[in-house]
């Protein structure tokens, strides 16, 4: 399984924001959105191949009971499957980061599936192999639905414009039933002046639809750094 980076941090996105977690990002990923503030495991993925063992072997390193499991897409790798079972038999509290597009029969406390608006799209004269690619690829219905069937689950959006809002509404129509507190809806940005200008058109939608606003707080933690 190619990693492209394992570290102790605080979660700061989603329903377990504020938790220390140990971070495994799997290098490589099936689609390229154009604000990926992880390049280093998507446009161009560093890392190395890394067995189960050597994996468990990093996460150790850390007294911590809770793992996230992020990329990059892990669900590309197979070697996930024997991770997560390791890392349930270590009693740890696994969370998988995913864009839903892809399914393995895996084991984790939390499936965290970020569905890709078609605002994520790169610039077509720019990245035309990508932006085809991307589009066609970057949402799965019937795997999100296969996802949300087995797993405790967060739905989070990130959402760059108000005109992607019924984007989100369409997607969770074709879902059906859905706790609407599991659906978390994130601006997109990397410094705190983006994120609290989306915020003001953002979060009164989410007290209106009964959504949960999903701040990005490690960008006002640590910035927009890397390894956080």
């Given at each position: ?15 377990l ?16 959105c ?14 190395q ?41 270590m ?45 066609r690829?970057?949402?799965?219905v ?26 989100v ?12 507190e ?41 910035g ?5």
């Open positions: 399984m190619r990693i492209a980076e394992v570290y102790k941090s605080i979660q700061g996105e989603g329903l924001t504020g938790t220390a977690s140990v971070f495994v990002r799997a290098s490589g990923c099936n689609l390229r154009w604000f990926c503030d992880t390049p280093h495991a998507s446009w161009a993925p560093e890392g191949d890394l067995s189960v063992d050597e994996i468990v072997a990093a996460i150790e390193e850390w007294d911590c009971r809770h793992v996230v499991l992020t990329g990059g897409e892990p669900m590309l790798f197979a070697e996930l499957i024997p991770l997560c079972e390791r890392l349930r038999r009693r740890r509290h696994i969370t998988i980061e995913t864009a839903g597009t892809l399914f393995l029969p895996v084991t984790c406390n939390l499936i965290s599936i970020s569905p890709k608006l078609s605002g994520s799209t790169p610039d077509i004269e720019q990245h035309a192999h990508w932006a085809r690619r991307h589009e690829s970057r949402l799965r019937d795997i999100v639905r296969r996802l949300i069937a087995r797993h405790v689950y967060q739905l989070k959006f990130v959402v760059d414009a108000p005109e992607e809002l019924p984007e509404e369409q997607f969770l129509g074709e879902l059906g039933e859905i706790d609407p599991r659906v978390l809806l994130m601006p997109q940005g990397t410094t705190p002046a983006e994120l609290d200008e989306r915020a003001t058109w953002l979060r009164p939608h989410c007290e209106e639809r009964g959504y949960t606003y999903c701040p990005r707080k490690q960008i006002e933690w640590f927009a750094a890397r390894g956080t």
